[in-house]
């Protein structure tokens, strides 16, 4: 058997092992909880967490990177979430991926999504021309929807009280969620707008671990926000869009921006707590499961926000079990959704979470964000769980009353 060389001189060692507490790999006791807790455990393949973080405490890079864990890890933190060294694996995964992507080693769709993002604001690569021919014909035909002729979807307006950064999917194959949370704004009776400089809430620098690319992505959005001079910026229902802009923004830029950051659950719920919006339960009269996205929920502890706002739109809200800090992600996350060849590897990750939407015996289940929201719908399908599956403020934008 071939020995392996152990380098704790490499690069990695260097990124990971001069860091305090939580980041610092050399800390690690092997005591393997981390592993018990990963729920690619119950499925097949997958990353071992234990040896993710030995193989980066010992320097050895390229092994890692060849293993192809990396890539399979969905940055979830369940294992991490009770490490007693408190090592967090989406730092350790993350700075392992910045050397694989030093090196052009990174899933192809994800290079793209990137370069398309740089290049032109959109990982879609809509162009700005695009993005405002597209807005302007929804905008038409919101006029029917609401009934008004003065309505519209409005872009690039100065001043406006809130900037709403939508998911991509929302300006390419799922428009009518745009024109949904378009009636939640117009509903609200405020001046708001979307923005044909910086067209999406991703930041997919953040999967690939490059700090310089996701402080780049993020002044995107920062810099046209404060031009506008908006209140508070909305966000689509994005898992890592909302880590990065609302949880990590402050550190990943160097200051405070200069506008609030609030996504459009938490900015529906205030609004109907101030008695604004007013929902009808019985517009969807039955109980809903709720998921939360491990980026908004244990990631950044947004845990509430979302089940209210629900509870105000249908019968009642079932908790999938476990929830909260101890959720299990829909199998997408970390990029895996956003590389378009892992569909199978995806339905294994997902197993577990398949399984616990079967346990709710329910027909409907909602999230707060798009990419869950599409990977819960693949799941319904491939496990035959005929579960109908929506975004929490979709189900908000249904239920309104106006
Ligand atoms: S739980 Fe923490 S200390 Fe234990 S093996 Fe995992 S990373 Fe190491
Ligand atoms: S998939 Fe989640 S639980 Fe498993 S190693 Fe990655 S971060 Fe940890």
């Known amino acids: ?40 455990f119950e499925g097949e393949e997958g990353p071992l967490p234990r040896q993710i973080v030995r193989m980066a405490a010992l320097g050895l890079d390229q092994a890692l990177i060849d293993s192809g864990m990396l890539w399979d890890c969905l940055v979830c933190n369940r294992c991490t979430q009770e490490c007693p060294m408190g090592i967090q694996m989406d730092v350790v995964v993350r700075k392992a991926r910045s050397l694989a992507a030093a090196d052009g080693q990174i899933p192809e769709d994800i290079k793209t999504g990137i370069k398309n993002k740089l290049e032109l604001g ?27 002729d003065q309505a519209e979807i409005p872009h690039d307006v100065a001043g406006s009280k809130f900037l709403y950064l939508p998911n991509p999917r929302e300006l390419g194959i799922n428009l009518l969620h745009l024109t949904a949370m378009g009636k939640l704004f117009y509903a609200m009776k405020e001046t708001w707008t979307l923005s044909a ?32 001079g908006i ?13 990065v802009l609302k949880y990590l923004l402050e550190e990943i830029i160097g200051r405070k921006p200069g506008f609030k950051v609030m996504s459009i659950p938490e900015l529906c719920l205030e609004y109907a707590k101030k008695g604004v919006l007013k929902f009808d339960p019985e517009v969807h009269p039955y109980e809903i499961a709720y998921h939360d996205p491990c980026n908004i929920a244990r990631k950044s502890n947004g845990y509430e926000a979302p089940r209210e706002l629900l509870a105000l739109c249908c019968k009642g809200v079932k908790e999938l079990v ?27 990750s997902g197993k577990p979470k398949a399984d616990q939407m079967k346990a709710t015996g329910l027909k409907h289940i909602a999230a707060p964000c798009l990419s869950c ?30």
């Open 322 to 348: 476990p929830n909260r800090k101890d959720g299990i992600c829909c199998g997408g996350g970390g990029g895996l959704l956003q590389d378009s060849t892992t569909t199978k590897k995806r339905m294994i």
């Open 197 to 228: 400089f910086h067209t999406d809430v991703t930041n997919w620098g953040y999967f690939v671990g490059k700090d310089d690319i996701t402080r780049e992505m993020a002044m995107m959005v920062v810099e046209p926000a404060e031009k506008l």
């Open 122 to 148: 959109d990982v879609n690569g809509l162009t700005k021309e695009e993005f405002v021919e597209t807005v302007e014909w929804v905008s038409e035909e919101f006029v029917d929807d609401v009934d008004d």
């Open 1 to 40: 058997m071939d020995c392996v060389k152990i380098n704790m001189e490499s690069e990695l060692s260097r990124l990971l092992n001069n860091l305090s507490l939580g980041d610092n790999s050399l800390e690690c006791l092997t005591c393997s909880a981390c592993s018990s807790r990963c729920t690619w």
């Open 373 to 402: 929201h599409r990977q819960l719908g693949e799941l319904s399908k491939h496990y035959k769980l005929e579960m109908k599956v929506d975004t929490v403020a979709a189900i908000a934008s249904e239920s309104l009353v106006l």
């Open 231 to 243: 209140e508070t910026l909305v966000l689509s229902e994005c898992g890592h869009g909302y880590h």
